[in-house]
């Protein structure tokens, strides 16, 4: 199933233009590199929330601070964030190029978004940014030059396919030319079309060839570097291929540019970066997909019938699938640290497509935490049971959530939670009073269904807790006496967004606890909870 | 990053151990009735007000002090039998039964020991009183075939309160040495019984030693009364072969009362064979010393039976 996004520019595939404006490569000479890269799933509550926004801004600024020019500490990435945080940081960024140009360093911005946008506006979760003077600003920015790459979207149906496919990490070099100054602006969609994302590559198509095409893939001079025209026309073929039979149909990205000067910005140079995998003239021509250990795709190459390729990997063991009209060829590789490793055909075998490796991987950018803590307070639904044996008890409960871990959409949290009560006991008129205390570590499983563009987030699942009861008698001849047993349950909750990643969290609780330390007896008892979580 | 897949591959056999997980504790109301039916430590002691004894203290004091001292000494180590089996969680609960054991005796290898205890109600009072009946049981693990026979045993009937009731306690020293249990601890004694009343004031405690035929001491009565306002009684009958300095005399009754001042009064009878007996009385003050010595021969006679409390 895929998702739809609106464009941001109307441009028009001017692809032709464009490489002849970006034709001729040159190498940056005491360059600086800035990049503000965002990404938000959620776009206020007239959008449903998109699966790989976020996933799509970390593979980008992944490829720009690792593998790039792009110093860690000259890029800023803004995952679900507002737009405040948003301007806040594009500030931020104008003073420092500003700085780097006073002390005579060439400057290049590049800032990416992905996310969605509706009526002129990017949505950052509920708050808005017009593009038009998100535009006007970038174009007025100090750096030399200024990249604008827009993945957006508001909302659509589309068809998604069981898999999930993770940008590889790959090594950019840019150089901008010393004549080249301007403005560039690249859209992955034009103005009346949507761009769309899917399960089967676990991203934007766009945002994913793109970061795909800049780990060498693009790189289609031969020369171990890939431009930005490269990129682009590598990005721009793929996703109109592949969006082509889409329900929503095709998808072309755009350009826009102001540039002053001739010269293309390198952004790749795959010698510098010795690891990753030759693919030889000799090994058949198709899609080598290289899947990670996680089961998603690493790293993709197209190879021609008489050509090779190489691409950037990370040292790791990959499985490698090239999928012919009747089966499967996988195989194993690994590439060592520092090693170029050659593809060899004879390491493959055929497979029916039932084997298909890519099978049952799965997003991990989409995970996602949150803590909460909170206060509950528990009962046991039987009155007997909860005057003089487990008495009703507040608790201080702690949880940590893990979203989009085994399924998108699935809340996996671990939860402990104590407190203590006081409570009496009376055997024959003689009443026994005790302190009652209890720990509860419990674990749920438990689905989600945002609402309100993630505002409010309903909840309902699973829950399996340990239970330690104890209770101490004022009587101090009688021992103390504890219970320790496991108890399933049900959940149900809802978290509401209140600022920034704080959100507000009510939650209720019903469980089933066999008591068996007299005689086997079913009790139950609720719990009902209130706190606050944040989100990392 | 921790794979999903790895995390579902711990998380199987971690959810099937905790299906085949069974409650465990002793987080129990029931037993509470078990505990509390068992006489606490220090519960049948006999109290008599503390206060500081010296050589000129009344002799019937110090002897009061002495024969309290002894009363306390067996009660305790009664109680302490049965007071161990609070501090374990019953091995198996059945209804209106629990078992401790059977344990091994560290102590003495070879023997087993069990406690039981069976909760029934009350044919004399209505519901919820009921009526305990506890006994602590030893095996000999190196005889074949052989049963636990008890050691010792117990009753407690409630009394509109968990905690005060009345009953007895019943300790089997020679059936343990007939059987072959090594009770050197016990010295010659043969048999403890013991009978107790705390539902009300005046609390009472009755205490029968019976020591084996050839101690020289053949056995003791203790009869314990206290009242509310720390006043009490403790009258002793005592059985020996011989009291020194009185030739014929067997049987000594001491009979000691004192108020919750500490001031008290003790009278002694020993029946000689010449028909007399050896009387004595001392009465003695809040500060121990006498106030009143009297005995039948003259010896040390001091003061006058009117200052005695009693």
């Known amino acids: 199933m895929s998702r739809t996004r609106r464009h941001l520019t109307r441009a028009g595939p001017r692809v032709g233009l464009f490489l002849a404006l970006l034709l001729t490569p ?11 890269v965002a990404g938000n799933d959620a776009g206020g509550p007239d959008t449903r929330p998109l699966l790989f926004a976020s996933q799509d801004a970390r593979r980008f600024h992944a490829v720009l601070t690792q593998l790039g020019g792009v110093a860690p500490s000259d890029a800023d990435l803004l995952v679900n964030r507002r737009a405040e945080e948003f301007l806040r940081s594009f500030a931020s960024f104008e003073s420092r190029i500003a700085d780097a140009q006073r002390h005579g360093e060439r400057t290049v911005f590049i800032v990416y978004y992905s996310g969605h946008a509706k009526d002129g506006d990017l949505r950052l979760g509920d708050s808005r940014l017009g593009f038009s003077a998100l535009k006007a600003r970038l174009a007025a920015a100090p750096a030399d030059i200024r990249v604008g790459i827009f993945d957006s979207c508001h909302s659509g ?3 998604r396919s069981k898999g999930a496919r993770r940008a590889p990490a790959f090594e950019i070099e840019a150089a901008g030319s010393q004549e080249t100054r301007g403005l560039v602006l690249l859209s992955s969609a034009s103005a009346d079309e949507e761009a769309q994302e899917s399960d089967e590559i676990g991203g934007s198509y766009f945002s994913q060839y793109l970061v795909s095409g800049l780990r060498g893939d693009a790189d289609r001079s031969r020369d171990r570097r890939v431009t930005l025209s490269e990129a682009y026309a590598y990005a721009y073929a793929r996703t109109v291929a592949d969006t082509a ?15 002053k000067g001739n010269a293309d910005l390198v952004l790749t140079d795959l010698t510098s970066r010795r690891e990753g995998l030759y693919v030889p003239t000799s090994a058949p021509a198709g899609t080598y997909y290289f899947i990670d250990g996680s089961g998603f795709i690493a790293a993709e190459v197209v190879k021609p019938a008489d050509a090779d390729r190489q691409i950037a990997l990370p040292a790791g063991r990959y499985r490698v699938r090239r999928r012919l009209a009747d089966r499967l060829r996988i195989g194993e590789i690994r590439v060592a640290e520092g090693q170029l490793l050659t593809l060899d055909e004879s390491r493959l075998r055929d497979a029916p497509f039932s084997d298909d490796p890519v099978k049952g991987g799965r997003r991990d950018s989409d995970v996602r935490l949150s803590l909460s803590l909170g206060a509950t307070v528990q009962a046991f639904f039987d009155a007997p049971t909860r005057d003089s044996l487990f008495p009703p ?3 201080v409960s702690a949880e940590l959530q893990v979203h989009n871990f085994f399924r998108r959409g699935w809340l996996w949290a671990l939860d402990v939670a104590g407190g203590s009560a006081g409570g009496q006991v009376t055997r024959l008129d003689t009443p026994l009073p005790f302190r009652f205390s209890e720990f509860t570590a419990g674990m749920s499983l438990a689905t989600e269904w945002p609402l309100w563009g993630n505002r409010l987030v309903p909840y309902a699942g699973l829950r399996l807790a340990y239970l330690l009861l104890s209770r101490k008698f004022e009587d101090r001849t009688i021992p103390d006496q504890f219970l320790s047993t496991f108890s399933p349950g049900l959940v149900a909750g809802v978290r509401y967004r209140l600022w920034g990643e ?3 969290l009510a939650r209720a609780r019903a469980h089933y606890l066999l008591y068996s330390v007299d005689e086997n007896r079913s009790l139950g008892y609720w719990e009902l909870s209130a706190g606050v979580s944040y989100d990392f | 990053m921790i794979s999903r897949k790895s995390t579902m591959k711990h998380l199987a056999p971690l959810l099937l151990a905790v299906l085949a997980f069974d409650a465990c504790g002793n987080y129990s109301n029931e037993d509470l009735d078990f505990q509390l039916a068992l006489p606490e430590d220090g519960e049948l002691e006999a109290k008599l007000p503390q206060a500081l004894t010296t050589d000129t203290s009344s002799e019937y004091y110090k002897l009061t002090r002495q024969v309290v001292t002894t009363f306390n000494g067996l009660a305790t180590a009664l109680v302490s039998l049965v007071d161990r089996v609070r501090s374990f969680s019953p091995t198996s609960r059945n209804g209106d ?3 401790w054991g059977p344990f091994a005796d560290d102590k003495h290898p070879g ?5 039981a205890m069976v909760r029934l109600a009350d044919p004399s009072a209505p519901p919820p009183a009921f009526q305990v009946f506890y006994s602590i049981q030893l095996r000999d693990t190196t005889q074949s075939g052989s049963a636990f026979f008890e050691f010792m045993s117990g009753t407690y009937k409630s009394s509109g309160s968990a905690r005060r009731g009345e009953g007895q306690m019943h300790l089997f020293v020679q059936t343990a040495r007939d059987a072959g249990y090594p009770a050197d601890d016990f010295g010659d004694l043969a048999q403890l019984d013991l009978a107790y009343q705390t539902a009300s004031y005046p609390i009472d405690v009755h205490m029968v030693v019976q020591n084996v ?6 056995g003791a009565d203790y009869a314990y009364a206290e009242n509310a306002d720390g006043s009490g009684t403790l009258a002793f009958d005592w059985t020996v072969d011989a009291v020194p300095g009185l030739p014929g005399a067997t049987d000594v009754t001491f009979t000691s009362r004192w108020l919750g001042s500490g001031a008290g009064r003790a009278d002694a009878y020993l029946p000689l064979l010449t028909g007399n007996a050896a009387v004595g009385t001392d009465c003695w003050g809040a500060d121990t010393l006498p106030d009143y010595v009297w005995r039948w021969n003259g010896e040390g006679d001091f003061g006058s039976a009117d200052s005695c409390v009693f």
């Open chain 1, 26 to 36: 040159a190498l940056a000479s005491a360059e600086r590199r800035f990049a503000l």
């Open chain 1, 157 to 159: 149906i589309v068809t």
């Open chain 1, 245 to 259: 039979e889409s329900a929503a149909g095709a998808q072309h990205p755009t350009f826009s540019f102001d540039l």
């Open chain 1, 393 to 395: 008890t507040g608790l």
């Open chain 1, 502 to 504: 704080f959100a507000a």
């Open chain 2, 97 to 99: 039964e629990r078992i």
């Open chain 2, 111 to 115: 023997w087993q020991i069990q406690v």
């Open chain 2, 213 to 218: 035929a050839s101690a020289t001491s053949r």
